[in-house]
């Protein structure tokens, strides 16, 4: 079975990436594919927690956004290394949710993992949710990985 991660660069997509070592059968995983999308034209680059990334802007906006998106796919990928499966690190362009779609009917997958909750209310009021536009309309099954809760602080 084919397994794509997606990640937006987020440290959430990092915790997906990781939780999916802990659950699936690397006997059962033929690929691995992790997919980051950069948006052309976007206002605003592409936001990698993950480090590892270009630290200057370059005159070629876009090449840097292709870079860090790029270094994000690096830093998930590094989750798998030894797990089993062979991992690909691959950088597209266009809508998030629209790519991950294409690219699980493209590659064959058998699994989409997203993280939810990654970039905050902003991105979800403003352009709808990512996790939820894959998980309604991918070919295959959607793993979507929530944030973990912060423990809350009982009075005595």
């Known amino acids: 079975m084919h397994v794509i991660i997606a990640t937006d660069g987020s440290k959430q997509s990092l915790t997906a990436a990781r939780y999916a070592t802990t659950i699936l059968d690397p006997g059962k ?8 999308v950069v948006r ?5 680059s592409f936001s990698n927690e993950l480090g590892g990334g270009a630290s200057t802007m370059s005159s070629l906006e876009h090449a840097s956004f292709r870079a860090e ?7 998930i990928a590094a989750v798998f290394d030894g797990w089993g499966p062979k991992v690909t690190p691959r950088v597209r362009s266009g809508s998030p949710a629209n790519e991950i779609i294409k690219a699980a009917g493209q590659l ?5 993992i997203v993280a ?12 709808g949710s990512t996790a939820q536009r894959v998980q309604q ?6 793993l979507v990985v ?4 912060k423990p ?3 009075k005595a």
Not at 108 to 112: D, F, I, K, Q, R
Not at 116 to 127: C, K, N, Q, V
Not at 137 to 142: E, G, R
């Open 69 to 75: 998106a790029l270094a994000a796919t690096e830093a």
């Open 137 to 142: 309309y991918a070919p295959c099954p959607v």
């Open 29 to 36: 995983i033929s690929a691995v594919s992790v997919i980051a």
């Open 108 to 112: 064959g997958a058998g699994l989409v």
């Open 146 to 149: 929530r944030p973990a809760r």
């Open 40 to 44: 052309p034209l976007a206002a605003v």
């Open 152 to 154: 809350s602080r009982k």
């Open 116 to 127: 939810s909750g990654s970039r905050g209310i902003t991105d979800t009021i403003l352009l």
